[in-house]
């Protein structure tokens, strides 16, 4: 079974980056597609990026493509999101998941797997 702590949230000025990082245990990490997500209050948890199991390929939401980029570092057991050119609509809770399948990567439901969360603000 895999456990995920994400790390690295905090507040950053608008056009500032963060480095989101998630550390999992466990020895099967390799073995699955991991995904970040994000959620503001009152509102659905919303996809941000995904990537497959040996980082092959990557996904994005429209909203941050070209601004975040997803990796995963099997031999760490971790994964990161780079957030560049942050916006004051970027802020959330960030969680990171972890999917035994390899399709539907965009979709809350294909997750086995999430992490507690991480505050990002964005401040104008």
């Known amino acids: 079974q895999v456990q995920l702590v994400e790390s690295g949230g905090g507040l950053v000025q608008a056009g500032g980056s963060l480095l989101l990082s998630c550390a999992a245990s466990?020895?099967?990490?390799?073995?699955?597609?991991m995904g970040w997500f994000r959620q503001t209050p009152g509102k659905e948890r919303e996809f941000v990026a995904a990537?497959?199991?040996?980082?092959?390929?990557?996904y994005y939401a429209d909203s941050v493509k070209g601004r975040f980029t997803i990796s995963k570092d099997n031999a760490k057991n971790t994964l990161y999101l780079q957030m560049n050119s942050l916006k004051r609509e970027d802020t959330a809770v960030y969680y990171c998941?972890?999917?035994?399948?390899?399709?539907?990567?965009?979709?809350?439901?294909?997750?086995?797997?999430w992490g507690q969360g991480t505050q990002v603000t964005v401040s104008s």
């Open positions: 998941a972890a999917a035994r399948g390899v399709t539907g990567l965009s979709a809350v439901g294909t997750y086995d797997l």
């Open positions: 466990g020895r099967t990490f390799s073995r699955y597609a």
């Open positions: 990537i497959v199991w040996n980082g092959v390929s990557t």
